[in-house]
């Protein structure tokens, strides 16, 4: 009698365990795919940030280049290499802000890192669970 009551007791939490281990995963999906969302509108912010960037600045960057070039050219440089190293300053710039652009999207900042932590949290639970 007593290891029937103990059997059905074990299958009880047994079943308990498993529920509760359904919710836990059902909960995570849940946060998993809050956190990308969010992670997917920031990329797409830095994105449309970095397009706004490149329309605006395109112009601005030539006039500003032109004039460097001009002034280059009245302080004794040959029409070629004013224009030269005005060129080359605008692929430096052009450089700067790429690299500036792709920083906003690295992998790292993009990851659902709520999402890890509690999946490992989790996983511990469910460790110290079936111990």
């Not at 912010?45 to 397009?51: E, M, N, P, R, S």
């Not at 002034?71 to 040959?78: C, D, K, T, V």
């Amino acid at each position: 009698m007593s290891f029937q009551d103990s059997s059905r007791s074990i299958s009880a939490l047994l079943g308990d365990a498993l529920l509760q281990l359904g919710g836990l995963v059902q909960n995570e999906v849940r946060l998993a795919r809050a956190e990308l969302s969010q992670k997917v509108s920031q990329a797409g912010t830095g994105i449309a940030f970095l397009v706004a960037a490149a329309v605006v600045m395109i112009p601005a960057l030539v006039m500003l280049l032109i004039g460097f070039a001009l002034w280059l050219a009245q302080n004794g440089f040959s029409p070629a290499a004013s224009h030269l190293t005005a060129a080359a300053a605008g692929a430096v710039v052009s450089v700067v802000l790429a690299m500036i652009g792709m920083n906003c999207l690295k992998s790292e900042k993009l990851a659902p890192k709520v999402t890890m932590k509690e999946l490992g949290r989790d996983v511990a639970s469910v460790k110290e669970m079936i111990k």
